[in-house]
């Protein structure tokens, strides 16, 4: 299968945002989107308002509702009678908008409890709870809310239909391990298998032991069924009961999980493949895109790339050379109005060319579109646990995923779906399903959140699917190095109970508590709040020099961290300013999500009782900080100059290089820290995150990695223990 390679874009055909008619154009995209948006929300609030009329929920609305309402019947019959019910069903069947208000509607609601579902993503979240708040009647925050990472819009006591994130709901397991306020837990997209879902499912397990009363619906787009079916069994396993076992098993619902299948409105869909390798994906997908709005009739298009920049790339591009077409971009970090406006349908007569990234598979359902273009990739985290180092790779999605994005094509009628690679290379490269991530990823957090929530032994854990040991063993070891563990292997006071109680991951979380004790937590709330959204920087296509001009404005020699600092200090110097961002080639809305982030984030250490100190111009005082929470992601200098990969890590002795992105691309400090990896070809990574530090801080540190006080340079110094 081809690479994805670099960009090689034909000269003359980039989109200059600088230029008058592109941005007239780009306006005059944004406002039919917005109209369009309007007009549709108009209409399904004027049907939400006939059928409260009529006394109709929207679950319940009659045939029309969907293959939800066409099953209503067994699906009541199922929860009532067995505590796990796994449902499936395409998507875009209504598993995630219908199954919620049905459950409502149907008396799970009595008595203050509420019904809540899971989400791997908050974008799907988020969506969700305004389009059910619209379809029942009400405002987001009062009968349906939904609470995600720094944001929550719900009333207790009143919020019936909750949607919310897996590591939401995870987090809440902390304070009520039972879910007491819950009657049903619906688990949504569970076939995508995130280390937040396995972990919530292994909990759910374990908690209906417990709580016989829980119901737990587990839904999927695949058929991989048996899976959940094997695994919520719990027929054999017996109940905790206070020895009322077998007279409470006769009053309970059955063990043994229920199957229901729902069928989706889908025709077919023509797949066509590439006749030759494709070098460079992102190119070919605007090309096959310009080829379908040429040489096709009426129907809306969907593009699948892997990352926000791509789709940036493609959409500027599509907006150049696309005539009387409607072209917007979806990924997660997109402000939840313009997702809106990719997921409405277009005005009659104009084509709607929406380019997302994999939060389009199955999360959202975007109406209209009869062409799919798949990019046949997919970026992934990918976790070393032998190098220690977890990595961004653009690798080839599965053949499920393919056919899910295929599956998008034929929901309005027959479709059509061009993938990116040759039949030989579909049939021959990609794996059947995906890996499940708990097998290829970082576990510091997963074990963290366990011991917090008692689960002594990690290892012996009821998973869906049992993650790497090699993966188990550096997290127990690196929370250890960071002071969270104990000898016992328990959760430390106070560090480690902090520390589980802060919603960051362990790295960061342990950097911004050492800098309570430095003076400067202040200064590590702001980059703490900075790391939260993917990326603060607009790059958009020919603002290449003025991208650079901005990062020079803000750039110091203390690295990419201190760098965000300065930025989010001239943030808020603007007063949060819109227009300072755009002069500044930096993006207001994740601006706006990191200044929310350090609120909450600021309220947390209250809630710890840490002081809040700021430590003014001592930069050395925050780098040791950074250097407390990331020590286990230290590089030493190989060898003073170029090079490609100048540096190795400390652990694991990897040779990487500093990503070109970088505030200290091209410099040469002794030895750094970083925050993540990606991997640019089979054997090359860059680092991204970079900070300078000292090799002596290392061993004062995390002496249980780092035994030899000395200078960095090549192997030798500061090795790990």
């Given at each position: 299968m081809g690479g994805h390679g670099g960009l090689n874009i034909t000269g003359g055909k980039s989109w200059n945002p600088a230029g008058a008619a592109q941005r007239a154009r780009v306006a005059a995209d944004e406002a039919q989107a917005a109209e369009a948006a309007a007009g549709a929300r108009a209409a399904r609030a004027q049907a939400a308002g006939e059928r409260a009329r009529a006394g109709l929920s929207a679950a319940g609305s009659g045939a029309g509702a969907g293959p939800v309402a066409a099953r209503r019947r067994e699906l009541l019959f199922l929860l009532e009678g067995h505590s796990t019910v796994v449902?499936?069903?395409?998507?875009?069947?209504?598993?995630?908008?219908?199954?919620?208000?049905?459950l409502r509607a149907s008396g799970w609601c009595a008595g203050g409890r509420a019904v809540v579902c899971t989400q791997p993503r908050r974008v799907a979240a988020v969506a969700a709870a305004h389009r059910v708040a619209e379809d029942v009647g009400c405002?987001?925050?009062?009968?349906?809310?939904?609470?995600?990472?720094?944001?929550?819009?719900?009333?207790?006591?009143?919020t019936a239909i909750r949607y919310c994130t897996d590591g939401v709901l995870l987090r809440e397991m902390l304070e009520d391990p039972l879910l007491s306020h819950f009657s049903v837990v619906m688990v949504d997209e569970a076939h995508e298998r995130s280390v937040a879902t396995d972990l919530l499912l292994g909990l759910l397990r374990k908690v209906q032991?417990?709580?016989?009363?829980?119901?737990?619906?587990?839904?999927?787009?695949?058929?991989?069924?048996?899976?959940?079916?094997?695994?919520?069994?719990?027929?054999?396993?017996?109940?905790?009961?206070?020895?009322?076992?077998?007279?409470?098993?006769?009053l309970v619902p059955s063990l043994k999980p229920a199957v229901l299948t729902l069928e989706g409105t889908v025709y077919p869909v023509d797949v066509f493949y590439a006749r030759e390798n494709v070098a460079d994906y992102v190119k070919a997908a605007v090309e096959t895109v310009r080829e379908i709005h040429k040489a096709e009739g009426p129907g809306d298009i969907l593009v699948f790339l892997t990352s926000e920049s791509e789709v940036l790339e493609a959409t500027g591009l599509l907006r150049d050379e696309l005539g009387g077409a409607l072209v917007l971009p979806l990924f997660a970090e997109l402000p939840r109005e313009s997702q809106a406006n990719a997921l409405l349908p277009s005005r009659r007569g104009v084509r709607k060319v929406v380019v997302a990234t994999n939060v389009a598979e199955t999360?959202?359902?975007?109406?209209?579109?009869?062409?799919?273009?798949?990019?046949?990739?997919?970026?992934?985290?990918?976790?070393?646990?032998?190098?220690?180092?977890?990595?961004?790779?653009?690798?080839?999605?599965?053949?499920?995923?393919?056919?899910?994005?295929?599956?998008?094509?034929?929901?309005?009628?027959?479709?059509?779906?061009?993938r990116l690679c040759t039949e030989a290379a579909f049939h021959g490269e990609l794996l059947d399903t995906e890996v499940p991530q708990i097998a290829e990823?970082?576990?510091?957090?997963?074990?963290?959140?366990?011991?917090?929530?008692?689960?002594?032994?990690?290892?012996?854990?009821?998973?869906?699917?049992?993650?790497?040991?090699?993966?188990?063993?550096?997290?127990?070891?690196?929370?250890?190095?960071?002071?969270?563990?104990?000898?016992?292997?328990?959760?430390?006071?106070?560090?480690?109970?902090r520390l589980a109680e802060l919603p960051l991951h362990p790295t960061v979380g342990k950097a911004l508590l050492a800098s309570a004790e430095l003076g400067c937590s202040e200064e590590l709330l702001s980059?703490?709040?900075?790391?939260?959204?993917?990326?603060?920087?607009?790059?958009?296509?020919?603002?290449?020099?003025?991208?650079?001009?901005?990062?020079?404005?803000?750039?110091?020699?203390?690295?990419?961290?201190?760098?965000?600092?300065?930025?989010?200090l001239g943030y808020e110097e603007s007063n949060q300013s819109s227009e300072w961002c755009r002069e500044h080639c930096l993006n207001p809305h994740a601006l706006r999500a990191a200044w929310k982030s350090r609120g909450q984030l600021g309220r947390a250490l209250d809630a710890l009782k840490i002081e809040k100190i700021s430590g003014g111009t001592d930069m050395e005082s925050v780098r040791k900080a950074i250097a407390h929470g990331f020590f286990a992601n230290a590089a030493s200098l190989m060898r003073a100059g170029g090079g490609h990969a100048p540096y190795e890590t400390i652990q694991g002795a990897l040779p990487v290089s500093v990503h070109a992105s970088s505030v200290l691309h091209g410099s040469s400090p002794p030895t750094v820290?970083?925050?993540?990896?990606?991997?640019?070809?089979?054997?090359?990574?860059?680092?991204?995150?970079?900070?300078?530090?000292?090799?002596t801080w290392l061993p004062d540190i995390a002496p249980q990695l780092y035994h030899t006080r000395g200078h960095a340079g090549p192997p030798g110094a500061a090795r790990p223990a």
């Open positions: 449902v499936v069903g395409p998507a875009g069947c209504g598993k995630t908008t219908r199954i919620p208000p049905l405002a987001v925050g009062a009968e349906v809310g939904y609470s995600v990472r720094f944001e929550r819009r719900e009333e207790p006591g009143r032991r417990r709580r016989p009363d829980l119901r737990v619906v587990i839904s999927s787009a695949t058929l991989d069924a048996e899976v959940f079916v094997r695994f919520f069994d719990l027929s054999r396993a017996g109940l905790r009961a206070g020895g009322r076992g077998e007279q409470l098993r006769e999360s959202l359902t975007i109406e209209g579109v009869v062409f799919v273009v798949d990019s046949c990739f997919v970026k992934r985290k990918r976790y070393c646990p032998l190098r220690g180092i977890e990595s961004l790779r653009v690798e080839p999605e599965s053949k499920a995923s393919a056919a899910q994005r295929a599956g998008r094509a034929g929901r309005l009628r027959p479709g059509k779906c061009f990823s970082d576990l510091c957090a997963t074990v963290l959140q366990l011991k917090a929530m008692g689960v002594d032994n990690v290892v012996g854990f009821d998973w869906v699917a049992p993650p790497s040991p090699e993966a188990m063993v550096h997290a127990l070891d690196l929370l250890y190095a960071m002071g969270a563990l104990g000898d016992d292997a328990k959760l430390t006071s106070p560090l480690g109970v980059i703490a709040a900075m790391l939260t959204p993917k990326s603060v920087w607009s790059a958009r296509r020919g603002r290449a020099k003025a991208l650079a001009a901005a990062k020079a404005m803000f750039a110091v020699g203390e690295g990419d961290l201190v760098t965000f600092l300065n930025v989010y820290v970083f925050t993540v990896a990606e991997q640019s070809s089979s054997d090359s990574y860059e680092i991204r995150g970079v900070t300078p530090i000292e090799a």
